[in-house]
């Protein structure tokens, strides 16, 4: 579904990504591990098109998308959580959804995929008209969630979804995101939390300063040796 | 003073409120969008009122033709300028687009001197806002009640835009954050333009107004207007649609209360807008609708 070769990226003189190769097939969860710096979120931000990449090619469903604007990206069914949620703090709840469907008409379809993510998360039901600014980090993390399944992709990219949240609703978050995915969706997910990550995963990659330096199996990544040390604690 | 001169000062304070209304928009919209006070925006009010001469007074088109297409052709100029002047150096240090603004500030200045002349040319008012009403001993020219109208009607359409309309949602999101505005599939750079559209045609409909009101106009008559409105709109709390309008009709009454009250001192007329801009400044920076939100 999305194929990456050969990507550098820089910024001004930091070579941030330095010749990434990678896939995502339709219809699994891949997910992307590595120290902080080493690059994750660089790689997810190319392949919307935020940031533009000096050489190499970003794939997606058989089309050359390297270079195009983000708005024309991102109506071909690609979605991003971003880091840290970005929901907007000065808009409802309601609109922040509305945001995340922007190009679609808000039909019967659209109706279907809002009470989708209502019945997702309910908090957000009974908060429809708050300003996001005052959802709690948790809640945000929702919001954001539901943002993005609101403009129905295709693939859907979460850069740690997990981040800053308790572990009752980290565990809530991954449940999420199976479900998502159980319901059609192809998932590229970066974690700091590797363990929760490569339990789920299909395929997993593994990136050291913009290199990927290992790639496997969800299943081969958990046992490798080097994959323990550096990043299950042991 | 009696009541009925206070009344019509009232009124007076309110019409030129209405126009001071109608530019800050433009101000506080792209402000809010890109963070660019585009000191150009008086000048062009100023291009808006040639388009509408010529249509109206050289081309004897009706006004309630002439001047509709004169505030198109405004809000295509402004769509030009960002496009020209503003788009290429959006990722550029914020002290090169405000110097690019001053720049296309100069030029269309000095672009009106060289085309349409340095001389003031007189602009004729449509008989249906000629009239001068008297009522109770209250006079009150019939334009000082058809510009609050006016602007009623434009600020009505404004505020839906902004707080109803998908674009506006896009408006307001840019606001807080391009990058993320992006990834919902918001082309950016159209909704800026947009932005562009709508603060120039709202200036031109202040401006032709103006033009009415005062009723010359000249190459170098947006400079004034634009810089009050700007001061109107950090008092309404820059960035905020509705703070620009309320900042604005509050200025002008201000302004033509000031003079009432204060007769000798009218000379000082043009200073009491930056008297106020300093007092914002210093005692409520972020004006009266500025609020702080939660990041
Ligand atoms: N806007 C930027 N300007 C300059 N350097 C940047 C910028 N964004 C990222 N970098 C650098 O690029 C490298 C990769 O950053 P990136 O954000 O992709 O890392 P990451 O793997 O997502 O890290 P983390 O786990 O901390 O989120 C880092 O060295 C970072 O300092
Ligand atoms: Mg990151």
């Given at each position: 579904m999305l194929k990456i070769e050969n990507l550098h990226v820089f910024y001004g003189g930091i070579h941030a990504l330095k010749g990434i190769s990678m896939e995502v097939p339709e219809g699994k969860i891949v997910t992307l591990i590595g120290a902080n710096g080493a690059g994750k979120s660089t790689t997810l931000r190319t392949i919307v098109g935020l940031v533009k990449p000096r050489e190499g090619k970003i794939i997606y469903r058989g089309e050359?998308?390297?270079?195009?604007?983000s708005h024309y990206i991102v109506r071909k069914g690609i979605a991003l959580v971003p880091e840290g949620r970005?929901?907007?703090?000065?808009?409802?709840v309601y609109e922040n959804l509305l945001m995340g469907g922007?190009?679609?008409?808000?039909?019967d379809e659209f109706r279907k995929d809002l009470e989708y993510v209502f019945s997702l998360f309910p908090r957000l039901a009974e908060r429809k008209n708050q300003l996001a600014g005052t959802l709690s980090g948790g809640e945000q993390q929702m919001l954001a969630l539901g943002r993005a399944l609101m403009s129905r992709p295709k693939l859907m990219m979460l850069d740690e979804p997990s981040l800053g949240l308790a572990p009752k609703l980290v565990e809530d978050v991954f449940k999420s995101i199976q479900e998502i995915h159980q319901n059609g969706t192809t998932i590229l997910l970066i974690e700091q939390n590797a363990m929760a990550a490569l339990q789920i995963a299909d395929y997993g990659y593994v990136l050291e300063t913009g290199r990927i330096v290992l790639e496997g199996t969800g299943e081969e990544l958990l046992h490798n040796e080097d994959v323990k040390k550096a990043y299950l604690g042991g | 003073m009696t009541l009925s001169t206070f009344i019509q000062q009232l009124i007076n304070g309110f019409s030129l409120g209405s126009l001071y209304a109608l530019i800050a928009i433009g101000y506080t919209m792209v402000y809010g969008i890109i963070r660019l006070i585009n000191f150009a925006h008086g000048d062009v009010m100023m291009m808006s009122t040639y388009f509408a001469f010529f249509g109206y007074i050289i081309f004897r088109i009706p006004w309630y033709i002439s001047f509709p297409i004169a505030m198109i052709l405004t809000a295509v100029l402004g769509i030009l300028i960002d496009r020209g002047a503003y788009k290429p150096v959006r990722n550029a240090p914020r002290i090169s687009a405000l110097i690019t603004a001053i720049g296309v500030s100069f030029f269309l200045e000095n672009f009106g001197i060289v085309v349409f002349g340095g001389r003031p040319k007189g602009f004729r008012i449509p008989k249906l806002f000629g009239h001068i009403f008297e009522v109770k001993g209250v006079t009150v020219p019939a334009l000082s009640l058809w510009i609050p109208f006016f602007t009623a009607i434009f600020l009505v359409l404004t505020f839906y835009i902004v707080y109803r309309t998908r674009r506006g949602m896009a408006m307001r999101a840019i606001s807080r954050d391009m990058d993320t505005t992006r990834i919902m599939g918001v082309d950016v750079d159209g909704i800026i333009s947009f932005t562009f559209a709508l603060g120039s045609f709202l200036a031109a409909a202040g401006g032709i107004m103006w033009a009415m009101k005062y009723p010359q106009i000249n190459p170098l008559m947006g400079i004034i207007p634009g810089l009050k409105a700007f001061v109107a709109a950090v008092f309404g709390g820059i960035g905020n649609v509705v703070g620009a309008a309320i900042g604005g009709i509050l200025l002008g009454i201000i302004e033509i209360m000031f003079v009432a009250f204060f007769p000798q001192l009218a000379g000082y007329r043009d200073a009491v807008a930056f008297f106020l801009l300093i007092g914002v400044l210093i005692f409520k920076p972020t004006g009266i609708m500025g609020e702080v939100l939660p990041e």
């Open positions: 050359d998308i390297t270079g195009k604007p970005k929901v907007f703090v000065n808009l409802t922007y190009n679609r008409p808000e039909d | -």
